[in-house]
């Protein structure tokens, strides 16, 4: 059987402030990455330059992100 949608975007909701639960949800199951995405790419913190610079190589290189983005914070 198959849970359905809205119940494992709850799920996901409830993880939020867990990245690490949250990145494993994206590559346990490719359906529930836009669920886990939207929670990972919300809020950032950019505490250094290196970081910066991570971040903007993986919005070059996945534009499908940076509309996740909802606060950066440096």
């Given amino acids: 059987n198959i849970l359905p ?12 402030d867990f990245s690490p ?3 494993a949800c994206c590559i ?8 886990a995405r939207f929670h990972i ?4 913190v950019l ?3 290196e970081r ?4 903007a190589v ?3 290189t996945s534009p499908h992100i940076s509309p ?3 606060l950066l914070n440096y």
């Fill in 52 to 55: 910066a610079d991570a971040l």
């Fill in 58 to 60: 993986h919005l070059e």
């Fill in 5 to 16: 949608a809205e119940l494992i975007d709850q799920v996901i909701d409830h993880l939020h």
């Fill in 28 to 35: 346990t199951c490719h359906a529930w990455a836009p669920s």
């Fill in 21 to 23: 639960s949250l990145r």
């Fill in 68 to 70: 996740l983005v909802r």
């Fill in 41 to 44: 790419f919300h809020d950032i």
């Fill in 47 to 49: 505490c250094n330059a």
